[in-house]
């Protein structure tokens, strides 16, 4: 909490501007990608800087150079997709629990980057998000997913890996990229305005034709695998 009054605080001139900003990028009738991601990066950008977070990046060369792919993560806080927002050249929407979604500015982001709500207590609702989330990855939008399902709270461990989060990229055939968030839960879950650097990598993907024999938790727990390899390495 410390961290997010100290990043209004030294946005509070510009803070009217990035939330009517957002909220437009949203809500415009020609709406444009591109434009949108750009406007909603250099928000989160100027908030990391305000709120004295660093963030480093390795194997950005590891995003597939055509679009239409999946980020899994592991899932630490609310400050992880602020990670992926400065560190991602290519535009990408996420998937977001329900209790998530009416965060401010968080909910202007959503409507920003059309990413999308959905309420793990509703089977019905939560296979048409599966299916929404293939048939738009199918048109070439790039998405980020939390395997978890929810935070650990475990600082840098991770939580068992939910086979039904990779039922998307199954339906669509697509490339999974494995991700490891280091230190992503500091910014926001503990209570200090201390500068932190939070380090963010991008695995080489998995290509449908490695994983398409593959049941789905088996897909969650190579994945799983990979990601604490790379925390290993590069936690240090």
């Excluded at 239409?68 to 400065?86: K, S, T, W, Y």
């Excluded at 998937?95 to 509703?122: C, W």
Aim: with cysteine.
């Amino acid at each position: 909490m410390k961290r997010i009054i100290l990043m209004v605080l030294r946005l509070i001139f510009r803070v009217p501007y990035y939330i009517t900003g957002i909220w437009w990028q949203g809500k415009r009738k020609n709406y444009d990608l591109e434009k949108s991601y750009a406007f909603v990066k250099k928000v989160t950008m100027a908030a990391n800087k305000a709120g004295r977070v660093k963030i480093e990046s390795y194997g950005l060369e590891n995003i597939p150079e055509e679009n239409g792919f999946i980020f899994f993560p592991n899932h630490q806080g609310l400050f992880d997709v602020l990670v992926f927002l400065e560190s991602c050249p290519r535009p990408f929407a996420f998937v977001i629990k329900k209790e998530a979604s009416n965060v401010i500015l968080l909910r202007q982001v959503i409507a920003a980057l059309r990413s999308i709500v959905i309420d793990r207590e509703d089977i019905r609702q939560s296979l048409e998000v599966i299916n929404q989330v293939a048939a738009e990855v199918k048109k070439g939008r790039n998405f980020l997913i939390f395997a978890e399902g929810t935070r650990s709270k475990m600082g840098n461990q991770l939580l068992p890996f939910k086979g039904g989060t990779f039922k998307s990229a199954v339906k669509a055939k697509c490339p999974i990229v494995p991700c490891a968030l280091i230190d992503s839960f500091k910014p926001f879950d503990r209570n200090t305005i201390a500068p932190v650097t939070v380090k963010l990598i991008y695995l080489p993907p998995i290509y449908y034709e490695e994983y398409s024999s593959m049941k789905t938790p088996m897909i969650a727990d190579m994945v799983k695998q990979r990601i604490e390899t790379a925390i290993a390495e590069y936690g240090q």
